[in-house]
Nanobody
Framework: QVQLVESGGGSAQAGGSLRLSCQVF??????MGWFRQAPGKEREGVAV????????YYADSVKGRFTISQNNAKSTVYLQMNSLKPEDTAMYYC????????????????WGQGTQVTVSS
């Protein structure tokens, strides 16, 4: 059974930091991504990492503030979020893909349950 288990969400003040983790069980993946969905908005891609190498993708809104990384031995992907802004408030989801097809939602096969991030001003 495939499971993606997220952790690390919570509350932070603007300018603060949080680190999200996503551990994958029962699935061999080549791409991992983080997406987010704010109330009343569509889900959007935040960052993607290609596990076979060092290629990464970031949404313009998080470039320079967020960093995606991985520990393949632990089947875990991280999202370090620095200089948080109130507009980063959203439910954050990790997603896995066996084949790296792209950076959009449709390119991923399995999803975690989500972890809430709330940033106050």
């Amino acid at each position: 059974q495939v499971q993606l288990v997220e952790s690390g969400g919570g509350s932070a003040q603007a300018g603060g930091s949080l680190r999200l983790s996503c551990q994958v069980f029962g699935y061999t993946y080549n791409c991992m991504g983080w997406f987010r969905q704010a109330p009343g908005k569509e889900r959007e891609g935040v960052a993607v990492i290609y596990t076979g190498g060092s290629n990464t993708y970031y949404a313009d809104s998080v470039k320079g503030r967020f960093t995606i990384s991985q520990n393949n031995a632990k089947s875990t992907v991280y999202l370090q979020m620095n200089s948080l802004k109130p507009e980063d408030t959203a439910m954050y989801y990790c997603a896995a893909a066996r084949h790296c097809r792209g950076n959009s939602e449709a390119d991923f096969d399995f999803w975690g349950q989500g972890t809430q991030v709330t940033v106050s001003s």
